[in-house]
């Protein structure tokens, strides 16, 4: 038998196997318990509810039979990593919320779950004392209902899921691509396309492994496709809207950096400091300034849609740029007018 893992951004695991020669019939919750190390076979059987495993490309009950030479794919949520998070009274910015979902407006500078150097102020933290009762949300689980994160300083949208149904429906989606994000960065530069693809492998930085790094195809990384529309043009930069094909870390904002065009005041790629512009000290001021309105860069996800893990509808939600990012749009437009 072969089985391999297939890495993503998103807070999913894929596992693939493909079933030896040998192998008798046996229940597939079984033979996928045997052989998922960690994983309890109610979440297998979860997983499966959710339709999140197939065989060769067909989705099958827990009760299916394995038989040689199948292919199976499932796909769970990241198991929880058992630590103490402590349930904190921290204000969420919750744009809806049902018995199965929340949609949070997570402000930039607030880490989502649990890391080494951020135990306490997350957005899990959060949930914990918002949640409290759920089951999903007690204190010895490190990413409650995840199935996708955005960075620290990025502002926007997520979903958490509140209960395991609706975790597993949730994670089927983001790994199929069938929900749907769009975010606002403000990038540098004067873009020569209106629309445009950024591709190129994403994986760790050899030189530094907290950041990201493009790869030449082929190499290493994972495949990474960023679609753009340059939506205004402020002088020196531009703001645009991105949708994402692939979920990679730090996906934008490693890929604007390798075409030269890093997001405004992104301290890991480059772009907080003056890359495009005049020499004059009045600029620089000006530049500087901008600098301080945001934490870190300027990036937003916009908009977020899915299918309601429970009616079967579609559901869209938006939330507009933070103030910061507001006024910064604000003093560029000032500036290329009066230029």
């Not at 827990?62 to 929880?80: A, C, K, M, W």
């Not at 998070?85 to 949609?103: C, F, G, Q, R, T």
């Not at 075409?259 to 005049?278: A, K, W």
């Amino acid at each position: 038998m072969t089985e391999e893992i297939i890495d993503s951004g998103d807070l999913f695991e894929h596992f693939r196997f493909v079933v030896d020669r040998g192998q008798s019939p046996v229940r597939i919750d079984k033979f996928l318990f045997n052989r998922l190390e960690g994983i309890s076979r109610s979440r297998i059987q979860s997983a499966a509810a959710a339709g999140n495993i197939l065989v060769n490309r067909q989705v099958v009950k827990p009760s299916y039979r394995v038989r040689p030479g199948d292919t199976i794919v499932i796909v769970l949520p990241e198991p929880p990593v058992k630590t103490e998070i402590v349930p904190e009274n921290i204000p969420l910015d919750i744009i809806h919320e049902d018995a199965e979902v929340i949609v949070i407006n997570k402000p930039a500078g607030m880490v989502v779950h649990p890391a080494y150097g951020n135990y306490t102020g997350t957005m899990v933290n959060a949930l914990l004392h918002h949640l409290q009762g759920h089951p999903l949300f007690g204190s010895s689980e490190e990413r409650p209902g995840l199935v996708h994160r955005i960075d620290k300083n990025t502002s926007g949208l997520l979903v958490v899921a509140k209960n395991e149904r609706s975790l597993n429906k949730l994670a089927s989606q983001f790994y199929n691509k069938t929900s749907s994000r769009k975010y606002l960065a403000l990038v540098w530069g004067d873009l020569k396309q209106d629309k445009g693809t950024i591709t190129g492998h994403i994986g760790r930085n050899p030189r530094d492994r907290k950041l990201m790094y493009v790869f030449p195809v082929g190499e290493q990384g994972k495949e990474a496709v960023t679609h753009y529309r340059v939506v205004e043009r402020l002088g020196y930069v531009c703001l645009v809207e991105c949708i994402l094909e692939t979920g990679r870390t730090h996906q934008i904002r490693v890929h604007f950096q390798s075409i030269s065009h890093p997001v405004f005041n992104d301290p890991e790629y480059g772009g907080d400091r003056i890359l495009r512009g005049t020499t004059f000290t009045r600029y620089r001021q000006f530049v500087e300034n901008c600098f301080t309105l945001l934490p870190g860069q300027a990036l937003h996800a916009w908009t977020l849609g899915f299918t309601h893990p429970a009616t079967g509808r579609e559901v869209s939600f938006e939330a507009p740029v933070p103030e910061g990012f507001s006024t910064l749009l604000e003093k560029w437009r000032k500036y290329t007018r009066n230029r």
